[in-house]
């Protein structure tokens, strides 16, 4: 009887044992993923953090960082056959449009196509980047207006993610996620640490209250 107490026992130590074991195994992958993640997710955002840390500076002070506004006009004339139809069709649409960008130089998405009754009106829109031609239907002439906003016009372009197009906003949502594992794994790898455990979500706290603080005292 007392045998079988004993190896009951033994066998109860046992399996706490190995669950002890399996729960410290299982503790100590998810900290070393934790720690792969936040190192390498950290050096592949460096230039991600960079980039939207420093334009989100020039888009806060605009007036200090308003950057260089170009606006230059030009002149041409078109074949007259594609815009003195009724309706312009699709063709001749993109003769026009490629007429424009092989003349002009323009590598901006065209954002706006508009047909009247006297001219014809097409926008090309990219970042920190405008061009719009007014095109006369009776002769194929057109005036065209360019505006280049500079660097930093385009910096700001990207960080808003403004005429980029959905390839650059899938790149702004990538960003997004990658940060977003950096913050997280960096809160996982604080509570591995049982010296800084307490002090680094203390601190993590007085950081979410001190942003709320502010947007209480200077938002409306």
């Known amino acids: 009887m007392w045998n079988t107490k004993l190896n009951l026992q033994l066998i109860n130590h046992k399996v706490s044992s190995t669950k002890s074991k399996s729960k410290l195994a299982f503790e100590r992958n998810i900290a070393m993923l934790s720690r792969w993640l936040h190192i390498y997710g950290s050096m ?14 020039t888009l806060n002070h605009p007036d200090y960082f308003a950057g260089e506004l170009k606006t230059t006009q030009e002149k041409g004339k078109l074949d007259s056959n594609w815009v003195m139809s009724k309706d312009t069709n699709k063709i001749a649409k993109l003769e026009i ?18 047909i009247d009754e006297s001219q014809c009106t097409v926008s090309f829109k990219g970042p920190g980047y405008a061009a719009d031609a007014f095109i006369n239907r009776e002769n194929g002439s057109y005036e065209l207006t360019l ?4 660097i930093v016009g385009i910096m700001n372009d990207l960080h808003k993610g403004r005429d980029t197009g959905s390839k650059w906003s899938w790149v702004i949502d990538v960003s997004a996620v990658l940060l977003v594992i950096v913050s997280l794994t960096g809160m996982i790898l604080i509570l591995y640490i049982k010296r800084k455990k307490w002090s680094g979500l203390l601190i993590a706290l007085i950081g979410i209250l001190l942003l709320y603080l502010l947007y209480r005292m200077f938002i409306p």
Request: aromatic share 16%; hydrophobic share 55%; charged share 20%.
């Open 44 to 57: 592949i955002s460096f230039a991600i953090i960079f980039f939207f840390s420093v334009t989100g500076i």
């Open 97 to 114: 449009v490629e007429w424009l960008r092989k003349n002009h130089n323009i590598k901006a998405a065209v954002s706006e196509f508009r």
């Open 147 to 150: 505006l280049r906003a500079g």
